[in-house]
């Protein structure tokens, strides 16, 4: 049965901004999740964390680099034990390993097969919420990697990370949309951006639409992991944009005090008794 967090997300911290930096940021969330969350709920945020993984494994594999990046599942010295026997390590990683060290390991292809296996791995998961995310997450890349090659004529293919029918239209079809509007209705959003010249910008309303994707999926989920889920993902968000354009961290800011300020109702069995 799913687990409510009503005294969690209560106890959340006001967040203001700081010299250009949030009082309480995503690596403060996930700290307090470790301590808070199930087991089972915490493993969908590592999901999240698995990314910066994914690079350090590709730069000690590929690249035999130590330019090690923090804030990931894995230390260095845990992926260089891993490269070396992958047992301790998460399954789809493993089996990188495993393929690198096969003689037909192709290393052209190395980081998209990477990228291939994490979201295969994703998409097996059993939270709905978590894979409507990250699917649609690449959803967006593969369409934008799809638009982009036919702006500048060339092969798609290369490009496409393979694991649904939305990858395989795209690379069949030559209408506008890819004959994918009418199940996805922010294929219509998406084509729209592209157009915008300006890449800060296009940027700036592509986290829009993620934005209000996450904020409609989660508004009846008051106490939910996904709830959580969604918080993180919207403190990384604005952590970003504070990095790259302070003016738009701002206001993804101001935003989303506005939604915790009235985006929750506790049940009657918490709400003081007058």
């Known amino acids: 049965m799913p687990q409510n967090y009503y005294c969690l997300v209560a106890g959340l911290p006001n967040i203001t901004i700081d010299d250009k930096k949030l009082s ?8 307090d999740m470790e301590e808070f969350v199930g087991k089972d709920d915490l493993n969908y945020f590592k999901l999240f964390k698995y990314k910066i993984d994914n690079e350090n494994v590709f730069r000690s594999i590929i690249k035999h680099s130590n330019d090690y990046v923090p804030g990931g599942v894995y230390s260095q010295e845990e992926i260089d034990e891993a490269i070396e026997d992958p047992i301790n390590i ?29 979201y295969d791995f994703i998409l097996e998961g059993n939270n709905g919420f978590v894979r409507d995310w990250f699917e649609m997450e690449l959803n967006f890349r593969n369409i934008f990697s799809a638009l982009n090659c036919r702006k500048y004529e060339m092969s798609v293919d290369d490009e496409l990370i393979d694991f649904n029918h939305v990858s395989e239209a795209i ?3 030559n209408t ?3 004959g994918l509007s009418a199940e996805y209705p922010y294929i219509e959003n998406l084509l729209q951006i592209f157009e915008i010249e300006d890449l800060m910008q296009r940027e700036k309303a592509i986290d829009m639409l993620k934005w209000d994707w996450l904020e409609e999926r989660t508004f009846f989920n008051y106490f939910t992991v996904e709830k959580l889920i969604s918080y993180y993902i919207k403190l990384e968000m604005i952590e ?14 101001e935003k989303f005090i506005k939604e915790l300020e009235s985006g929750y109702e506790f049940p009657e069995e918490f709400k003081r008794k007058k």
Not at 24 to 31: M, N, T
Not at 240 to 253: A, V
Request: hydrophobic share 30%.
């Open 176 to 178: 506008r949309d890819f």
């Open 240 to 253: 970003r944009w504070i990095n790259l354009d302070p003016d738009t961290g701002k206001e993804l800011f």
């Open 171 to 173: 690379s069949k079809s």
């Open 24 to 31: 309480y940021g995503s690596a403060d969330f996930l700290s």
């Open 90 to 118: 998460v399954e789809y990683i493993q089996e990188f390993i495993k393929e690198y060290h096969d003689e037909e390991f192709d290393k052209e292809v190395d980081k998209k097969r990477l990228t291939q296996l994490y």
